[in-house]
């Protein structure tokens, strides 16, 4: 039912993303949106592994593509992604990288964050699409939900976790601005979220440098750390509020390959929002 539309068309008419996102609800007896919904939006839970039957080869990135982008419109907007100049990116992780980011970087875990720390708009949602892998060895997904981090209370509640703090991306991200937020806020029943990224936040004293490490060791050194394989074709979506996520590293191999799509968004079903920073 989708076919006419190339991803192309989703790009130029954002309409047509919950157009859809209302085929693919229809086509699953209107239960899907209200299961998503459920899930991502419970505390408890807030996350979702998901697949497709049949869509599991590179070939079919198009189809990955528009499957995705009518999961997170059934839930919310993909926000624009200034690396990419449009509601999506995919990226590529070879054996051999020069950027400024360890986003393509395989030989090193990528550090456990949050997605949308360095620019303005609400970061609900982040959803994560593996649509190639080749020659590839470990790279699984990382997860830690805020409810499970054992060092969570003592750095929630010190003095730094509401300071505001400068958040500001290197030049690959197309952003070039800094942005304010503190690294801790709470939700709309005062429970802990976060924003954090160790890379892209800049303390401005020693306090906050030696602050902000420890956090990141806490983070890293955390004994309920989820590693998920996550299989061509499928994606993670998680709620970007209480749950971190990062990247395990890679072996190394000199024909290594692995795409991947992302979008990140808003709720539009929701209020639960930073409650003291917007």
């Known amino acids: 039912q989708v076919a006419q539309w190339p991803v192309q068309a989703l790009e130029y008419k954002s309409f047509l993303r919950f157009k859809v996102g209302r085929i693919l609800d229809d086509l699953c007896g209107n239960r899907l949106q209200p299961l998503l919904l459920n899930t991502l939006l419970n505390r408890e839970e807030g996350a979702l592994l998901i697949n497709a039957e049949g869509i599991d080869d590179a070939a079919q990135a198009e189809d990955m593509v528009k499957l995705a982008t009518a999961v997170a419109h059934l839930i919310g907007r993909s926000n624009f992604d200034a690396m990419s100049g449009q509601y999506y990116a995919r990226f590529v992780v070879k ?101 954090y990224i160790d890379q892209f936040v800049q303390p401005k004293d020693f306090e906050e440098g030696v602050w902000l490490s420890e956090l990141s060791d806490a983070l890293e050194t955390s004994q309920n750390i989820l590693s998920i394989p996550v299989p061509v074709g499928k994606f993670l979506l998680i709620n970007n509020l209480f749950w971190l996520h990062g990247r395990d590293r890679f072996t190394p191999h000199p024909e290594l390959r692995r795409e991947l799509m992302r979008q990140r968004g808003y709720f539009a079903y929701s209020t639960s929002h930073y409650q003291t920073h917007q």
Do not use: C
């Open 95 to 195: 054996n051999i990288d020069n950027s400024d980011s360890y986003l393509r970087q395989p030989h090193r875990v990528m550090e456990l964050h949050n997605d949308g720390t360095y620019v303005e708009e609400i970061t609900d949602y982040v959803l994560m699409m593996k649509i190639d892998e080749q020659n590839m060895t470990g790279g699984n997904s990382l997860l830690l939900h805020l409810d499970d981090w054992e060092h969570l209370e003592p750095f929630f509640t010190h003095p730094l976790a509401r300071r505001s703090m400068r958040f500001s991306a290197p030049p690959s991200k197309n952003v070039n601005r800094d942005v304010y937020h503190p690294v801790f806020d709470v939700d709309q029943q005062g429970r802990p979220v976060m924003r």
